[in-house]
């Protein structure tokens, strides 16, 4: 027996919540620890997962996208180990939920990154030997062909899920590879890496910049009702953020960011164009093409929260 096609199109943008208390990890005193992964569902065919600090402190946010032919995973996060992750185990019990709900034969996994770092690829082995299953390498050339760029990074193509059309383009900056990827069904614009309420690392600055141009093209010319990265770094103190490798942190902004803030982080990076270095500001952290003195002062707070742990 096979559902009816679900309606990707007429509602959309759907309703959806983010009502939701991320775990954000626990006081180095206490022994308990976060679930491994905080399963959350924005609505009956979108989820948001996010990996526990208790196990890796980038604790980066996965997101499930169904569709009437195949889902989406965007990134698979930073271990592979499934006794401490098992994201296999949890992405397979969230499609069996779905399929409990809207049952249809030959029902596919497309397996794919914001971008290459490590912290979103390192779950890819747990899905090798799937079947009806796709992981599209980090690699760039295979990015570009598996979702028919022919004019990188510029392009915007189209992936559809069945009834459920993405659009992606390329995001190169953070990463050579990275791309963002908007879904008018939920109005999410997801940026990776490149657009966070943390750090902002832009390797290659130009372009960075020309990466937050289409991104705020995009969010000019589509409903776009919530900017996601994979990360938050910052505290709620504006300019402040938690140190890197930091296991606990209380005191976390939304996940979420608006498009508003979008544009400002593209207007703090144009300000600092040409400014090697570290660029604070409320919402987010600009890193224009770090040297080493930077990720040595950097690596030096971290090992500092490590000896000397606190909120």
Request: a negative charge; proline letters at 8%; aromatic letters at 10%.
């Amino acid at each position: 027996m096979t559902d009816s096609p679900i309606d990707f199109a007429t509602p959309a943008p759907a309703q959806g919540s983010l009502d939701v208390r991320w775990i954000h990890g626990v006081p180095a005193r206490r022994r308990a620890s976060d679930p491994p992964i905080q399963v959350h569902w924005y609505d009956p065919h979108t989820v948001i997962m996010r990996q526990s600090k208790s196990v890796t402190y980038e604790a980066p946010f996965l997101y499930l996208l169904f569709g009437n032919d195949r889902a989406l995973l965007l990134d698979t996060g930073a271990t592979k180990d499934q006794e401490k992750i098992p994201l296999r185990a949890t992405v397979d019990q969230l499609i069996a939920q779905w399929l409990t709900e809207h049952p249809r034969e030959g029902y596919e996994l497309v397996v794919a990154h914001t971008h290459g770092h490590g912290d979103h690829v390192a779950g890819d082995p747990q899905f090798a030997g799937r079947p009806q299953t796709t992981v599209v390498s980090r690699e760039l050339d295979a990015v570009k062909e598996y979702f028919g760029f022919t004019a990188w990074p510029e392009q915007i193509t189209t992936f559809d899920l069945g009834g459920r059309v993405l659009e992606l383009t390329g995001s190169p900056g953070h990463h050579r590879a990275a791309i963002t990827v908007y879904d008018p069904w939920t109005g999410f614009l997801f940026t990776g890496d490149t657009v966070l309420p943390g750090r902002l690392y832009a390797f290659d600055f130009p372009q960075f910049l020309a990466s937050l141009d289409r991104m705020v093209a995009l969010a000019e010319s589509r409903p776009v009702t919530h900017v996601l990265g994979c990360h938050i770094e910052m505290t709620r103190h504006p300019g402040r953020d938690y140190p890197l490798g930091a296991r606990y942190q209380p005191g976390e902004p939304a996940l979420e960011m608006t498009v508003a803030q979008l544009w400002n982080v593209r207007a703090a990076a144009a300000s600092v164009a040409g400014r090697q270095g570290v660029h604070i500001f409320d919402d987010f952290i600009i890193y224009n093409e770090p040297g080493l003195r930077d990720h040595l002062k950097l690596g030096g707070r971290a090992l500092a929260h490590k000896l000397w742990p606190r909120p």
